[in-house]
């Protein structure tokens, strides 16, 4: 990626605005929403009118962390001198917003996505890096903004849920060494890890493990697959959005290279899928008009989740073979 | 804690010596192979004569990492310059090779958990850090021996396994230091990711399936419990040690403060418990003549699982009304 400016540049562009608009990406997560009120904490301690622009509600699994400063109203500053958009970088990705993105005097983009064409007058687009709160935390720091301790729990939990803990492969000693510094500004990892990961609803608990104890394990071991209809869900009083993290659990099993999960959306079916190693789930949600990554990956199937489970264990059965 | 000698001071120690014999822990866990390996390693490549000494066999969930150097053979170097516990620090905790410890002329500790005593002629105990590979990764740098990749790799898994991915409490700025430092010395975090995380044996997740479907949620939420018999386990091809991670479940369901699991071992019955936040599971255990920490405590019960449950969940009331 060649960007237009330095993190310094568009500290500047910041500095020199009197009222600034953020815009987080659609769907907000951890690291959009913890990317964007550190930004929007730091901005305000400068003395910069600001506002967080979402089109959504935020979900309930980061709603423990200390957001402030957001809204819906699309109106909230009417001509802002600048629109910055964190963590996205593609009008689709603020696709009620870009109106309102457009009315920025200049407008800015930092975001860790990969997105060789930019967006906006100025961007830093860093794909090497594990997080948007990790970019949001290196501009803070370069500018010598304040940073109190809200800012470094919001940053860290950012980072956190884009690295899954720092387990997954983004993430960089630069991560470690990034967390480091907001430990030293007043973390306290044992109350985000308690909020984060000891907080499963009592419906998740029960979704997953009825969803586990089904599973068909297939093509020597290598293929899991699993799935749930709305009826046994009923039965444990939960919903088909109680079962989110079941594919990472299929996926989990010692020997499986490829696992699904179907469940019910609409009439339609939604499925999940995942690769450990070196298996490609891109090419097997694409063969249903979906799409992701290789290691994970998703589309939605016509018909019922019984008969959509069996085309799916069929095409993962092929893919292992080759 | 007071201690006697720096890091340095024994490095200076073991530079010294010719040949070097290594106890980690019983019950060997990440840490304390990854520790011993470690030094192993460091200690080998300055041209010492040195082996690790064990009285079991390397747990198979960490059988991945890269261990070298250890043995069962209690007389591997006959009359050792210097003997080293790593990662314990009371003769209890390497019970049957006590005899092998004290024939070292010197004989040196470090280790990360409480022991205001001491143990050895120099010991160097430090319960402000996360994990006994960190103090080992210390000790390498400042003595400037070579680390090679596979010795990163044992020192991060150690640290990785003590902090519980980071999670715990026990994470301190300077853990993430030198998880960064590791990772430039060629850890590569997705494989030890996959390797610890992502090889969940089939009965294991079985087996915490079910004892998820049957837990009971009390107190008003704030308890959980659980347990299986050996039929049970037997039904799905299971073992006793197939349930290991899932008291930590149980203690993960939102609103639960304490969590208790209980199963067969022998002809008796073997409770894990767990406390979230305020809560003080050791307490209930020492009533049953067991023992542990206030979050993390187990005992022994006589009579069937299903008895030993039911005592155990009225105390878990009791405990929770106070």
Known sequence: MKNNASLH???????????????????????????????YKALTSIGKKCAILLEEDIPEYISFLPFEGYTKDQN?????????????SEPNRIPSRVEAFEKGKTRVCIDHHINPEGYGDYYYIDEGTAAASELIYTLIDEMTWPMDEDTAVLLYAGIVTDTGGFRYSNTTASTHRIAANLIEAGVN????????????????????????????????????????????????????????????????VK???????????????????????????????????GGGHKKAAGCTIDGSVEKAAESMKNLIADSLEK
């Open 9 to 39: 540049e568009i500290g500047k562009i910041l500095e020199k605005a009197d009222s600034v608009l953020i815009f987080p990406h659609v769907s907000p997560d951890g690291d959009a929403m913890g990317s964007a009120t550190g930004l």
């Open 76 to 88: 909230i500053i009417e001509e802002p001198d600048v629109t910055i958009c964190v963590d996205c």
């Open 189 to 252: 990892v044992n109350d985000i890890s308690v909020a984060l990961y000891q907080n499963v609803s009592r419906e998740q608990t029960l979704a997953e493990a009825m969803i586990l104890e089904k599973m068909d394990i297939f093509a020597d071991g290598k293929g899991a697959i699993s799935y749930v209809t709305l009826e046994e869900l009923d039965e444990i009083g939960a919903s088909p959005d109680d079962t989110e993290n079941v594919i990472d659990r299929l996926r989990d």
């Open 255 to 289: 020997g499986v290279e490829i696992a699904a999960f179907l469940k019910p959306k609409g009439n339609k079916v939604k499925a999940s899928l995942r690769a450990k190693t070196y298996g490609d789930v891109q090419k097997i949600a694409t063969t249903f008009g």
